[in-house]
């Protein structure tokens, strides 16, 4: 267990909607990161959040956003869903900017259909 | 294309045997991660290796960078069943992104 939670574990959800997923990093942890994890394109980094403020910025598609919040859980907001965002969602958290070990959270797999 | 790049894409052994992964990238880096990923499963992080580091160890695994070349490579010695999984190396580029490699899917057969 390597001490970040993400929920919900499981989304299925028709195209055109809107989802949230949810991490809580590990206690103490300043950065959140977000990836996608999908057959076809692999692991991918989409954003990463250092107490509070965005830090670095990856292959995040404008129709997605996060946040990150003063207690340091973060929020992947996903909207006008379509197929090709079926994926598995990590959070991963490290103790402060990069250069540190990621703990990732065990995932949040997506389904639009 | 990615930043990382691991090879062999797949890789099968007997239980016992050593197993070497390597990985390329393109850019100047900090620190390079080797993580592994059971199916389906979150990422757990195995080493980090820094960029001004050549050599480091953790249990049975041997992580070596060679900046002028632009590779790394990870050696998991003495195999065990419980050793197959995806590993990835990940490479951080000084904070501006953080990008993986496609991996090496490891099969160590009993």
């Known amino acids: 267990d390597s001490g970040v939670t993400q929920t919900p574990k499981h989304l299925i959800t028709a195209t055109g909607q809107r989802v949230t997923l949810r991490c809580s990093p590990r206690s103490g942890d300043l950065s959140v990161y977000w990836y996608q994890q999908s057959l076809d394109q692999g692991l991918q980094f989409l954003i990463q959040?250092?107490?509070?403020?965005?830090?670095a910025k990856g292959n995040i598609l404008e129709r997605f956003s996060a946040q990150q919040f003063p207690d340091l859980h973060s929020e992947l907001n996903l909207s006008s869903l379509e197929l090709g965002d079926s994926a598995l969602y990590f959070c991963?958290?490290?103790?402060?900017?990069?250069?540190?070990?990621?703990?990732f959270g065990p995932g949040t797999r997506l389904t639009v259909t | 294309s990615q930043q990382g790049e691991e090879d062999p894409q797949a890789l099968s052994i007997q239980e016992g045997e050593n197993a070497t992964m390597n990985c390329s990238y393109k850019t100047s880096i900090n620190n390079l991660q080797w993580y592994r990923q059971n199916s389906g499963r979150g990422l757990v992080h195995l080493i980090l290796?820094?960029?001004?580091?050549r050599e480091k160890h953790s249990g049975r695994l041997r992580v070596t960078l060679d900046t002028s070349k632009k590779s790394s490579s990870l050696l998991i010695t003495a195999s065990r069943a419980a050793d197959t999984a995806s590993y990835f190396c990940a490479t951080d580029n000084y904070g501006q992104n953080f990008v993986f490699g496609p991996g090496t899917r490891l099969s160590v057969l009993p």
């Open positions: 959040y250092y107490n509070g403020e965005e830090r």
């Open positions: 991963a958290s490290s103790v402060l900017d990069s250069g540190y070990e990621q703990y």
């Open positions: 290796i820094r960029s001004n580091e």
